[in-house]
């Protein structure tokens, strides 16, 4: 057999043995959860008394339908206004504290969604890339194309989550996968999905997908 084609084989194996390894280590660092509470593996309807939204079954509304990301190859990348630029694997983001929120999304076009958003902190990504000052401003760029912005201020006071779980289930293709950005108190244009680079930059005046087509910047709800 040609050497180069086994070789090809060798690393698919690998990468499946990898990937496979994804869902292992991903129970294995539960106990970096916070809070502690364990909700087991299945999707949770109910969370705390309050009733969560299936989001599987809602329409997708995205500029270019549900992306396809690959976990072997996939790369979150924090560059930009940084000291040193991040290339981190997904495994690498889940290794990371993560959180939980119950949080409302809010859509321009009337209809809301409640989830218990799991993830880890958009500001504890940024300490590993080391933001340099004069950054004001994070820009969010996804699989599709779509990019949006928050203040870089808002995002460490907030707290922002950078989720790869809701309702206590993994985000699939329809939901984000791998992480989607959970703009707490912003309107569902900045909540970007399929999220794969966060730019640090020191224009204010950026405007994303949405923004640049007429939508308010600010996006408070
Ligand atoms: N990459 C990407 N992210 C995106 C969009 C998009 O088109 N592409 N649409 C946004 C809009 S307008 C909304 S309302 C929310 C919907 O998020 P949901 O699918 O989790 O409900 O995704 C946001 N994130
Ligand atoms: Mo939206």
């Given at each position: 057999m040609d050497i180069r084609y086994s070789a090809v084989i060798f690393l698919e194996v690998a990468m499946l043995i990898v990937s496979g390894c994804s869902s292992s280590a991903d129970d294995n660092n539960r106990?970096?959860?916070?809070?502690?509470?364990d909700l087991g593996r299945v999707a949770i309807k109910k969370y705390q008394g309050q009733r969560l939204t299936d989001f599987e079954k809602l329409r997708d509304n995205s500029i270019q339908g549900p992306q396809e990301v690959d976990t072997a190859e996939y790369r979150l990348i924090i560059d930009g206004l940084v000291t040193v630029r991040q290339e981190l694997s997904y495994l690498q983001v889940l290794g990371m504290e993560r959180y939980q929120k119950l949080i409302t999304l809010h859509c321009v076009e009337g209809w809301s969604a409640k989830g218990l958003f799991e993830g880890v902190l958009v500001g504890d990504i940024l300490k590993l890339a080391v933001v340099n000052p004069g950054a004001n401003t994070l820009i969010f760029h996804a699989a599709d194309g779509y990019t949006s912005s928050l203040p870089l201020r808002a995002v460490l006071d907030k707290k922002i989550l950078l989720a790869h779980k809701i309702n206590n289930q993994t985000l699939t293709a329809r939901s984000g996968f791998p992480f989607q950005l959970i703009?707490?108190?912003?309107?569902?244009?900045?909540?970007?999905?399929?999220?794969?680079r966060i730019e640090v930059s020191s224009d204010s005046t950026y405007r994303g997908f949405w923004e640049s087509r007429g939508y308010d910047n600010k996006a408070d709800y």
């Open positions: 106990q970096t959860l916070q809070p502690t509470k703009a707490e108190d912003k309107l569902g244009y900045k909540w970007v999905k399929w999220l794969r």
